[in-house]
């Protein structure tokens, strides 16, 4: 792996140069169509850059590899709700929840679905359930960091 391409990729994305980590990113992909890391942060990147259907191209890309990582799951079916694909992108957080049901980002996504599905009592669920764990996250690492609440 190229790991100075990569981490000038990474580094443009983070500092909202996106158009230049796309470019660096098709760059690594060139050289290893493969890899995973660089094929969910140009999507990454490309949802940032409003390109829903390329966002989609590259999560369903790294899907076909594997099958085990949430977050995948959870960005795809963001790309899906941005598209106005309210039931693909409620299959998509459901997974990402299958695969770790601690996962917060998926309960505050998917809680915002079920705002615009016009079920609000489910909407708030998910959002209490994404606050608790997302507290206990919080803790968790300042924990290890020696700060007790």
């Known amino acids: ?19 230049e ?7 690594v992909l060139k050289k290893e169509p493969e890899n995973l890391v660089a094929l969910f942060s140009r999507g990454t990147a490309r949802f940032r850059n409003n390109d829903f259907n390329g966002a989609l191209e590259d999560f369903n890309a790294y899907i076909d590899q594997s099958t085990s990582n949430e977050k995948v799951f959870c960005s795809r079916g963001n790309a899906y709700l941005a598209l106005g694909e309210k039931e693909k992108a409620l299959e998509d957080f459901n997974r990402s929840l299958r695969i770790n049901p601690q996962y917060p980002t998926a309960y505050f996504s998917r809680s915002e679905l079920f705002k615009l599905m016009n079920e609000p009592d489910q909407a708030e669920a998910d959002w209490q359930t994404a606050e608790q764990l997302q507290e ?3 803790k968790a690492y300042f924990g290890t960091q020696g700060i007790v609440y």
């Open 1 to 19: 792996m190229d790991s100075e391409l990569m981490l000038d990729a990474k580094t443009a994305m983070m500092k909202g140069n996106i158009e």
């Open 21 to 27: 980590s796309i470019k660096l990113f098709n760059q």
């Open 136 to 138: 206990q996250i919080s």
